[in-house]
């Protein structure tokens, strides 16, 4: 156990470096730092060492990295690019999904997949990893609306590929019917119950906070509220078998996780704002009347005691971004070690047919959202550089592999779901990752003066 912890920071601290240094993506030198150890310390070194474990870690992880990157979002970004949001995260997987039906038994005839195990497969690599590109936009300057674009879309993608890999592709996998009116159904009851269910999940973490002013405690409320959100809504149905219900739903503990986590942020800011605004209206009444030393002292204590709250919120985002990197570091580790060479090179072909679907499919739809933008003013206008961002954004990961144990074990193409499946993340992880920095690199003057154009507006 000491040798994994100690393997762990070493190829933490060695991917930072290289980051820092050399601007190689962190996840990139994990990955590659990871193949590296493994392959010096052999068995010495092991986190999981299979992808049902894997996909274990990657439960006990992903909420931690949600938070980490829902701290990163404001209501009014939601606001102003939910339409955006919208047609990134919900319209585009829908699309993508619905190109892959008509496309997926020519790519894979020799399969003769069905149309339930193609929405399966598809759902899984069409799900993002949104600790990636966080991670290489952290390095550049760019607009404030591109990032929000990408890192928005990276995140609630994953829910919407998970609504479609779980509640269509494998209850019709199982044998149950698709209908508009079930999917229609389904969608808005997961949506908005795992949307409602947050909110509740963050206002009671705002009342615990309401109980300390301690910086570790109040990350340890955001924890808790993320948590607790996420395994709720993934056990639904026990509350409502609680409730004489006998029910075997369950909502999205993604959504969950990230409109609790937004909700505690938000009204932790809009808090802020107020005491800001009213030590400001205080300070103008003492400076227009002589004022009592009480007042003044009282006036101080509230300046003082704003300052400090500001400085715990973040303070803790700051500890909670230093978990998810050691969270997403110890996912990379593990995924070294599930990496199968013979498995991967058997199946070659079927990986790089996949990968290149994929790709074009998200750069064709990136361009018909670029298209859309164009069209209207309640979009943001995408350029050339833009869509080439968004569209090599879609670095796939853990997410992945977690629906992929979702699969009957009895399904007979599992074997070769596995192998396309974690090829098109490595595939995405260096490829897409290079490309990403590459474009970010050549048109750094450019996103430089559309950041500065933001901040003058």
Known sequence: MIVSLLAIVSILYLALQLEDKFKVPSPLGLIVLSFIFHALMGDVFMLTGDAENFALLVLLLLPILLISDSLELSIADLEEHGLSLFYLAVVAVSLSVLAAIVMGNTLFSEYHLSTAAIIVLFAMVLATDPVSVVSIFSKFTLPHKLKILCEGESLFNDATALIVFVFIGLYALDGGEITATYVTEVSLLIVLGSSALGIAFGYAGLLLMKTTTNRTAEMLVLILVGYGGFELAEH??????????????????????????????????????????????????????????????????????????????????????????????????????????????????????????????????????????????????????????????????????????????????????????????????????????????????????????????
């Open 236 to 457: 639904f149905y026990t509350v409502l078998n609680m409730l004489g219900m006998h029910s075997h739903m369950h909502l999205s503990g993604i959504l969950t996780c990230i409109f609790a986590t937004i909700t505690v942020n938000h009204v932790l800011m809009q808090e802020q704002v107020h005491e800001r605004e009213t030590i400001a209206h205080e300070e103008g009444v003492l400076q227009e009347k002589s004022s009592s030393r009480g007042m003044i002292t009282a006036a101080i204590h509230k300046i003082k005691a704003t300052a400090e709250e500001r400085e715990r919120h973040v303070r803790s985002k700051e500890d909670i971004q230093l978990l998810a990197l050691v969270a997403n570091t110890m996912l990379f580790v593990a995924m070294a070690e599930l990496i199968d060479i013979t498995l991967l090179w058997q199946y070659k072909t079927e990986i790089i047919v996949m990968f290149l679907a994929t790709t074009i499919i998200r750069a064709a739809m990136m361009a018909k959202f670029a298209f859309i933008t164009n069209q209207t003013n309640k979009m943001v206008n995408i350029n050339f550089r833009w869509w080439g961002i968004l569209t090599f954004a879609g670095i796939k990961g853990g997410l992945s592999i977690v629906m992929l144990m979702m699969i009957p074990a009895t399904f007979e193409h599992l074997e070769m779901f596995k192998a396309v499946v974690i090829g098109v993340i490595l595939l995405s992880t260096f490829i897409y990752s290079g490309i990403l920095v590459a474009l970010i690199t050549q048109n750094q003057a450019a996103f430089s003066r559309e950041k500065e154009a933001e901040t003058t507006h």
